[in-house]
């Protein structure tokens, strides 16, 4: 069966992401692909229907491809010299997941202001410690921003 | 939940997007991922 265009552009604005720490605009996805830019930006809208990607207010710009967020938070992930911004502490983890490399992510826990190390080595966690989760997994997607 | 608790999930719910059969989880396979993390109780009930 043949791979839907839908899939890949997931896999496409995953890669970047990935490869470069920025979410592509939909002309360097359409590059990446070998497509038409308004092909691409339909599917960026269907994606974000879908919630697989989140818009920034307003706009068409990718803000969220969870982990990933396109804009700066105070979850810094780097690895192998670059940059990604993480959504919360747990997106942390997923970048360290989808990367499947070492990352270092020093943040602050908003609770006690004090350093947590979300670092990640040879597949094991740099400290033990735990996660607040304020909205129940059911309820992610009524306000994404706030979760 | 635990920081390793965080990380399993982490491994179990992010890298399938980058396949290009990835979909999202139903609410049955999302309740058996949360059980088999140790993540029980009514926080965690999906459906």
């Known amino acids: 069966m043949a791979t839907s265009v839908h899939a890949l552009v ?3 604005i995953y890669r ?10 939909p002309a360097e996805a ?5 497509r038409e830019t308004g092909e691409i930006e339909q599917a960026y809208r269907d994606l ?15 803000w969220m491809a969870h ?13 192998e010299g670059i940059s990604y911004w993480a959504n919360c502490a747990w997106d942390a983890l997923g970048i360290a997941a989808m990367l499947g490399r070492d990352t270092e992510c020093l943040c602050r826990c908003p609770d006690c202001e004090g350093q947590v ?3 990640v080595k040879g597949g094991a966690l740099a400290q033990d410690g735990i996660i607040h989760f304020v909205v129940p997994p059911r309820s992610f997607w009524e306000n994404v921003a706030f979760t | 939940m635990s920081l390793d608790q965080c990380w399993r999930l982490s491994q179990e719910w992010y890298p399938g997007r980058l396949k290009p059969d990835w979909r999202r989880m139903n609410a049955p396979e999302m309740q ?7 993540l029980t109780g009514e926080f965690w009930r999906v459906g």
């Open chain 1, 10 to 12: 997931r896999v496409q």
């Open chain 1, 16 to 25: 970047h992401l990935m490869a470069t720490g920025r979410a592509p605009s």
């Open chain 1, 30 to 34: 359409a590059a990446g692909l070998g």
């Open chain 1, 48 to 62: 974000a229907e879908s919630r697989v990607i989140t818009f920034a207010p307003g706009t068409r710009a990718i």
């Open chain 1, 67 to 79: 982990p990933f967020s396109a804009a700066p938070t105070p979850y810094r992930v780097t690895s």
């Open chain 1, 117 to 119: 190390d979300l670092s």
């Open chain 2, 32 to 38: 058996a991922m949360f059980e088999r993390i140790g």
